[in-house]
């Protein structure tokens, strides 16, 4: 048996867990992601990081799970998965030209322990034209993806700069969770 659960479908994220250790299995949680009212824009990934993570703890409480969200954030507002096409083209025309935050919260359990912690990327896009957006759109790349677009892949075209971890706005920032893992692993 392995010795800890991803709590996520997205291959992104196995890949990058695997630079980490093989001794992971992949158990996605299945839970309605819902967000309270009054949450701050900063902690929504957090939150539902939590949310993830408790859900499949409950399943195998003798098991380290770590749960993953992430989240697009452009002034205040959350940009998640795309619903369609045109929702995909409303939300690159405003990312277009502008700085925004790539915030992916994670949630280590395991039982009743839990560590939680959040790590902000900063993603500044190029002008995008309308035929650019639809070109992008035309890959099929944003329908899975919070803020409609993938920076491993079409995405990164979009991207005039980053500022911190690559591999969090990708979904998973490995460096930090490597060392938060140790620090649970001495403390559990």
């Known amino acids: 048996m392995e ?20 001794d992971f299995e992949i158990i996605p949680a299945d839970v309605e ?17 939590e949310l993830k993570s408790r859900h499949v703890s409950r399943l195998y409480p003798d098991r380290t799970v770590i749960g993953c969200d992430t989240t697009v954030i452009i002034g205040r507002e959350v940009l998640g998965k795309p619903s369609d096409s045109g929702d995909a ?10 700085t925004h935050l790539v915030i992916t919260g ?3 359990c395991k039982g009743e322990k839990a560590r939680k912690f959040s790590q902000i990327s900063e993603v500044e896009f190029y002008e995008l034209s309308a035929y650019e957006i639809n070109g992008y759109i035309a890959t099929g790349e944003p329908f899975d993806k919070a803020g409609a677009y993938g920076i491993q892949g079409f995405g990164g075209l979009l ?10 706005i990708v979904g998973l920032p490995a460096a930090r969770l490597k060392r938060e893992l140790i620090e649970f692993d001495k403390e559990a």
């Open 159 to 168: 991207v005039k700069s980053i500022r911190g971890d690559y591999n969090n």
């Open 33 to 49: 992601e819902i967000l309270p009212e009054d949450i701050y824009p900063e902690e929504c990934s957090e939150y539902l990081a």
């Open 3 to 22: 010795k800890y659960i991803l709590a996520s479908a997205s291959p992104r994220r196995k890949e990058l867990m695997s630079l980490i250790t093989d």
């Open 106 to 108: 994670v949630c280590i």
């Open 89 to 98: 083209f409303d939300m690159l025309k405003k990312l277009s030209g502008k």
